[in-house]
């Protein structure tokens, strides 16, 4: 099994934040750039789906190459 990692990356570009140390969903992550604010529970939501869509994909890219539809 593989693993690969999910990177954030706030829309002004910074991979920098400002978080507690123990993550619960209604925690603020801020960007320690541009001082933008988000849920911790939102972030991870977003990032689930992200992971989702993308393995759905690769996987539709998988039965393609072995000859399904």
Do not use: H, W, Y
């Amino acid at each position: 099994m593989s693993s690969q990692e999910v990177n954030m990356i706030c829309s002004c570009g910074s991979d920098k934040f400002n978080a507690p140390a123990k993550l619960r969903a209604s925690d603020l992550i801020t960007c320690a750039k541009c001082g933008k604010q988000q849920r911790f529970g939102k972030i991870q939501k977003d990032a689930v789906m992200k992971v989702k869509k993308q393995f759905e994909k690769d996987l539709q890219k998988m039965f393609k190459k072995a000859g399904f539809k």
